[in-house]
Every structure is written in structure tokens, then in C-alpha cells.
């Protein structure tokens, strides 16, 4: 199972902004390009997310599934290992 700092290297990869931090948790906020805003929490512990905990976190807050937070994670190892850099960059037709 991945751990809170798993979590919370997915969230700045992809570009999310923290928007307050207290006591034991970060808050992270994305607005959506269809408008929506979505937060999650990412706790300040080491250890990791339980299975349950992790996969509503996927689905509800972030919107995503298992294989896409797994290929986030395989791209950055293999661009430690030398790769070229994996940019996932929507595209946006501007007229």
C-alpha cells in the first residue's frame, strides 16, 4: 500500500496547490477543468494508507483509479533511472 508521502508526491507532480496546513494534516485543493474543485487531505505520518482509507481517497477526492496514481509513480522512478521526464500536459484548444 502506498504511504502518505506517496500520496503527497502524486499531489505536487500533478499539480496541486496547498492551501492550508494545520495541526497534522495538508490540505490540497485542483481545480478540475471543468470548473470542479476538489481537496483532499494528506496526514503528516510516515506509515502508510490503509487499503479502504486509500481507495475512497482515489475515487471521491481525487477522481482517479488505482492504475493511473501506479503509472505516476513508474514514471518518476524510471526518470530517476535516466529516462526522459514524462510530461502529461492536457491540451486545450484556445480558439
Known sequence: MPSWSDLENYLKRNVWELVKQNGRDKIY????????????????????????????????????NKKDFNSQKLSVVKNLRGYAPVLRIPFFDCY
Not at 485542483?30 to 482509507?53: F, H, N, Q, Y
Request: glycine letters at 14%.
Open 29 to 64: 485543493e485542483k481545480t478540475m477543468p471543468d470548473g470542479m474543485i476538489r481537496r483532499t487531505a494528506v496526514s503528516k505520518s510516515s506509515g502508510e494508507i490503509g487499503k479502504g482509507l486509500f481507495s475512497r481517497i482515489l475515487k471521491q477526492q481525487l477522481g482517479i
